[in-house]
């Protein structure tokens, strides 16, 4: 099984983090950010990754550092658990309707750091999280995990679902791109020969 584990510990956070790509979904998550909980849960599930976070940050300020810190981590798991990314399908793809809204994710595991952010989400707030975290999140994702990561909302009115369904695409074209393709398994997916 290709798992990873992730301690960080700054001025800001303390997370713990652990990760399973061939798992069921099961997760364990506590990040003191409750629509980031619900966001992480929504990728562990849908991706079929097994996933434990845990993070004391500084709430108080705001969920800014929490957000950013487990984005970091999350992106060091899938880095560290993909290794030289051998045999990988590499490529994902993801459409997901969620009520009135529709996300698509494309996305290349390439080794190269490229976020292209196309959501439009209308409120400054869900709850209590600002909706522009979802950006850093996805920001220090891409930075830890280098990948071409590419989201897009085609339709969508409720910022709840727009974020939703962005997380749903996500984990789901992650759960293509990371699986082990038994045709290549033990080749590198580039032609170049390295990832």
């Known amino acids: 099984m290709r798992t990873a ?3 960080r510990k700054t001025a800001e956070t303390d997370i713990s983090l652990s990760l399973a790509l061939e798992g069921t979904g099961k997760h364990n998550i506590d990040t003191g950010c409750g629509f980031l909980d619900h966001m992480l849960t929504l990728f562990a599930v849908h991706g079929r990754f097994n996933l434990d976070v845990r993070c004391i940050g500084d709430t108080h300020v705001d969920d800014h550092h ?9 992106g060091e ?7 030289d990314k051998k045999g990988i399908t590499r490529y ?3 459409a997901v309707a969620m009520d009135e809204a529709l996300l698509l994710c494309a996305l290349d595991i390439s080794g190269r750091a490229s976020l292209n952010y196309g959501l439009r989400v209308p409120t400054q707030k869900v709850g209590t999280f600002d909706t522009e975290l ?12 280098p990948m071409s990561l590419h989201l897009k909302q085609e ?11 962005a997380f749903k695409a ?13 045709q290549t398994k033990d080749e590198i997916p580039s032609s170049k020969g390295v990832l």
């Open 5 to 7: 584990t992730i301690n």
């Open 66 to 74: 929490t957000v950013e810190d487990v984005g970091i981590c999350l």
């Open 77 to 83: 798991a899938f880095t560290k658990a993909l290794a």
């Open 92 to 94: 994902g793809f993801m």
């Open 134 to 145: 979802t950006l850093e999140f996805f920001e220090a994702f891409v930075r830890a995990c």
């Open 155 to 165: 339709a969508g009115k409720n910022s709840h679902h727009i974020i939703e369904g």
């Open 170 to 182: 996500f984990g789901r074209a992650m759960k293509i791109a990371v699986k082990i393709d038994e």
